[in-house]
Structures are given as C-alpha cells and as structure tokens.
C-alpha cells in the first residue's frame, strides 16, 4: 500500500481510522447484498462496491501512516498485521463483486446472502470491539473472538454443504457450479479474515496489558 500521498500532519488517530474502516467495511457488505438483489442490472452496484474498497485503501494506507511515526515494536508489528486484514476483508468483498462481473450468474445462490449475512455479523461484532480501542477489556475481546470463531466456522459449513450438495444432485450446470464455487469460496475466505482480525485484536490487548 502506498502512503507518498498521506499528507503526514492530517494522519488521525487510529481508533478514529480503525472505526471509520469498520464503517465503511460495513457499507460495502450491503453494496453487496444489493449487488446480489440486482444481478439482472450489476453494473451500478458493482462500482458502488469498487468505490467503497477503494475509500478502505484510503484508510488503510492512512493507518500504515500513522504507525510510521511510532517507534517500531510488536506492537506496531501486530497492529501492522491487524491493518492488513482489515483491508483484506473490504478487498475481498471487492473480489466478489468482480467475479459477479466476470461470471454474470442469472441468479443468486442462497448460500451466498447466507455467507454475506455471517460476514456482515462478524464485522458488526468487531465494530462493538473497535469502538473501545484501544482501551478494550481483555475479557470482552475473548469473548468477540469466540463469536467470531463460531461464526467463520458457521460459513465454512455452509459452503461445504453449499459444494456437497452441488456434486451429490445435479443442480446446476457445470460452469455455474464452478462460478459459484469460486464466488462463495471468495465469500468464505473473507469470514476467515474477519475470524483473524478478531485474533489480531486480542494480541494487541494483551500486549498493552504486559
């Protein structure tokens, strides 16, 4: 990510940018959904969903900024890491639409708006987290990353039944199995990343707790 156009003296405080990220991770999980409702007509929604990840590359570059001022440690190393997948989630719900665009099904799968509700919830149990940072109790925290855990593991079965049952009943031809195979396998990582995000989050808690 390339911060040589972060005019330094505006950089704000992470937990301002951490929150507006989630905000707008938020944003872009219902430009989604409402790609999904609209395959007939994508395009709009399709640069709704693009505009939205680019404004996350925005902040996401804005947060390597202002880690660059800090002195280095785990910390910044972590915290780092946790910036990154952040974007990776905003970044994947990105790489959906595109395959939207690419794939151009004619209609939706119900394990897709499935996935995507999951997803939506995790980043609405990160919100709650995000919004204490980074002054966060340790007990809460733990307690996210539980919900979280049973959430990314709710939408990997989701989409191995999603697959199980694609090769056990001939529902779909076969390249719109292999689209959607590719578009909910997409979905599915991004569950993964929110899953990792919470995890990032309880090390920097403990971590200012040494």
């Known amino acids: 990510m390339s911060i040589d156009n972060i005019d330094q003296q505006n950089?704000?405080?992470?937990?301002?940018?951490?929150?507006?990220?989630?905000?707008?991770?938020?944003?872009?999980?219902?430009?989604?959904?409402?790609?999904?409702?609209?395959?007939a007509d994508p395009d709009h929604f399709i640069s709704k969903v693009k505009n939205l990840e680019e404004l996350g590359d925005k902040l996401t570059a804005e947060a390597y900024s202002s880690l660059?001022?800090?002195?280095?440690?785990?910390?910044?190393?972590?915290?780092?890491q946790l910036t990154k997948r952040l974007d990776d989630i905003v970044d994947g719900m990105n790489d959906t639409a595109r395959l939207?665009?690419?794939?151009?099904?004619r209609q939706i799968?119900?394990?897709?708006?499935e996935i995507l509700a999951t997803l939506v919830s995790m980043i609405e149990t990160l919100q709650i987290e995000i919004a204490h940072y980074p002054d966060i109790e340790l007990a809460s925290i733990k307690l996210c990353t539980k919900t979280l855990k049973k959430h990314e593991?709710?939408?990997?079965?989701i989409y191995h039944e999603w697959r199980k049952k694609q090769r056990r009943v001939?529902?779909?031809?076969?390249?719109e199995e292999n689209n959607w195979?590719?578009?909910?396998?997409?979905?599915?990582?991004?569950?993964?990343?929110?899953?990792h995000a919470g995890l990032l989050l309880e090390r920097i808690v403990?971590?200012?707790?040494k």
């Open 206 to 209: 403990k971590f200012r707790q």
């Open 170 to 175: 001939l529902v779909l031809s076969l390249i």
């Open 11 to 39: 950089i704000r405080p992470l937990e301002v940018i951490f929150k507006e990220h989630l905000d707008n991770t938020l944003e872009c999980g219902k430009a989604l959904n409402e790609l999904f409702l609209n395959l």
């Open 68 to 80: 660059e001022l800090l002195t280095y440690s785990e910390y910044i190393y972590i915290t780092e």
């Open 153 to 157: 593991e709710n939408a990997d079965l």
């Open 109 to 113: 799968e119900n394990a897709a708006y």
């Open 181 to 195: 195979t590719e578009i909910l396998g997409v979905l599915e990582q991004i569950t993964d990343d929110a899953y």
């Open 100 to 105: 939207i665009d690419i794939c151009h099904p």
